[in-house]
């Protein structure tokens, strides 16, 4: 929040002169620190230029007073102007050494041309850098790391904040300075995954779920997983009844674990708490990002528990094999590779009522359409928007969603 206007005459305090400091490293110009401390800008244009100083480097833990200021620092070729050794020629170039600046007849001063506009001062200033000696060096065909090894010191900053400077264009160096950089290709960033702890997922393996299973014969299992179009398109998040073959499929954004857990809500809510918790007891599926969080799943909106998820070992996806199994029947309408981004939830459901009236080999020549009406809740089934299809009006090919 800004301060009230200061009445004219009164000094700075070292809480405003904080704020001046805290502005020139966040980039902000003199209007918006004279904004939040409640003066001019000419005012703190003046408080930078009178209280600025030239801050002295450290080197071989001997301190040095500024860089090479030299206009001719790049081209110089002299050696040797100090003669500081009799009968040894010293082996520092002139350009490198900062003694250049008072013992060379030659010297012309450079100044850098922040001493002259504003901001004034160096303060996270990242092409303070090269105004060193980087870019010199690196036109020389010296490597990064090479460049660094002797002059750690002095450069403030690491061998890869120093690739995003070049590449950034804050250096005079650019990325065709550099032998290797312009025939790399741009890295692609992978979508961050959600840090969730380990033993969040503890009472939640396979083994857990097999015990669970052990004590409470014929509990109902729905089996879950996500179903992928091109990468970083959106997904389908399916479950499935292994007793029926009765598969479920939503439509989603994202690989995202609010996308999944959304299903869950939206399941809750259509069907009631107790519905939900009949038809939902159990839950197995695989360790993906997007289901990573069991307690998001098993937290209803009641707080109470409305399900139990359980986690299937790494690289065994046999585990769930039903639900494998009858994604295949997906492919026939979405071939792999194809996308998902031009889909509706009413064309998603239109494909899973037409799957779920096929008949299969396991249910005897049933379908898991007729096979779930048995058991299942037909007013549940209604409000998920499963019906049945006649035998001769089945299509599983692509053509079934234009």
């Known amino acids: 929040m800004p301060k ?3 009445k004219k005459g009164t000094h700075l305090t070292w809480d405003d002169r904080h704020e001046i400091q805290k502005g020139l490293k966040e980039h902000r110009t003199f209007k918006e620190i004279a904004y939040i401390i409640g003066c001019s800008p000419d005012t703190v244009s003046k408080e930078i230029r009178r209280h600025r100083y030239h801050k002295l480097r450290s080197r071989d833990g001997i301190l040095h007073a500024s860089p090479n200021r030299c206009k001719y620092r790049n081209s110089c070729r002299r050696w040797d102007v100090c003669k500081k050794k009799k009968g040894h020629k010293c082996r520092i170039p002139c350009r490198e050494c900062i003694s250049c600046n008072k013992l060379c007849p030659d010297f012309v001063d450079a100044p850098c041309p922040i001493e002259h506009k504003a901001p004034y001062v160096c303060n996270n200033c990242p092409k303070s850098i090269s105004c060193l000696f980087v870019s010199p060096l690196i036109r020389k065909g010296q490597p990064l790391a090479h460049i660094l090894a002797h002059h750690a010191e002095e450069i403030p900053c690491g061998e890869r904040t120093l690739y995003k400077y070049i ?28 840090k969730i702890s380990y033993r969040k997922k ?43 073959n009765l598969m479920l499929a939503f439509l989603i954004e994202t690989k995202e674990m609010k ?19 009949e038809l939902f007891p159990v839950i197995l599926t695989d360790n993906g990002c997007e289901f990573a969080d069991p307690e998001l799943f098993e937290k209803g909106h009641d707080g109470k528990k409305r399900t139990r998820v359980f986690y299937c070992e790494s690289r065994h996806s046999e585990q769930k094999g039903e ?42 020549g049933s379908t898991p359409m007729k096979k779930a009406l048995k ?26 969603l234009k």
């Not at 997906?330 to 799957?355: A, C, T, W």
């Not at 058991?375 to 053509?399: H, Q, V, W, Y």
């Open 4 to 6: 009230e206007e200061r």
């Open 167 to 194: 590449s950034a264009g804050y250096l005079t160096a650019r990325n065709l300075d550099m032998r290797r950089t312009v025939r790399y290709r741009k890295r692609v960033r992978s979508v961050p995954t959600p």
């Open 202 to 244: 503890e009472g939640h393996h396979y083994s857990d779920y097999l015990d669970f299973i052990a004590k409470n014969e014929g509990i109902r299992v729905v089996q879950m997983d996500t179903v992928e179009g091109n990468k970083g398109g959106k997904l389908l998040h399916t479950l499935l009844w292994p007793e029926n």
């Open 259 to 277: 996308n999944t857990v959304a299903t869950f809500d939206w399941l809750e809510e259509t069907l009631g708490n107790e519905m939900f918790r």
């Open 323 to 364: 639900l494998e199994k009858n994604h295949e029947y997906i492919r026939y309408v979405l071939p792999k590779g194809s996308s998902f981004d031009g889909l509706n939830q009413e064309q998603v459901l239109r494909m899973v009522n037409h799957i779920n009236n096929t008949t299969r080999p396991k249910l005897h």
């Open 375 to 400: 058991s299942f809740d037909k007013n549940a089934m209604e409000k998920l928007g499963l019906e049945i299809i006649p035998p001769d009006e089945i299509c599983l090919k692509p053509e079934l």
